[in-house]
């Protein structure tokens, strides 16, 4: 798979909602969505993985 391909998936289940990385990604691609949690805005996201290093509890991975 082609890195321009991937998408960010967040587990929610492993989420502890610190916002950490809607705080740290840079285009405002992170939001906080409907229950706490954050989603991935996919046309915004730049793919530059700064969510995966921040997110203390492992929650967030390419896909
Ligand atoms: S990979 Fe980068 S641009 Fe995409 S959601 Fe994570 S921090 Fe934001
Ligand atoms: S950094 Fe990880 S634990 Fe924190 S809100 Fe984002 S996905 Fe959830």
Redesign the pocket.
């Known amino acids: 798979m082609n890195m321009s391909d991937q998408i ?1 998936a967040i587990d929610v289940s492993e989420c502890v909602q610190c916002e950490g ?1 809607v705080e ?4 405002d ?2 939001q906080i969505g409907a229950g706490g949690y954050p989603f ?1 805005v996919e046309n ?9 290093e921040i997110c203390p509890v492992l929650a ?1 991975s390419f896909e």
Request: charged fraction near 15%; aromatic fraction near 0%; hydrophobic fraction near 35%.
């Open positions: 960010i990385c740290e990604c840079p285009c691609a992170l991935c915004l996201c730049i793919r530059c993985g700064r969510c995966i967030i």
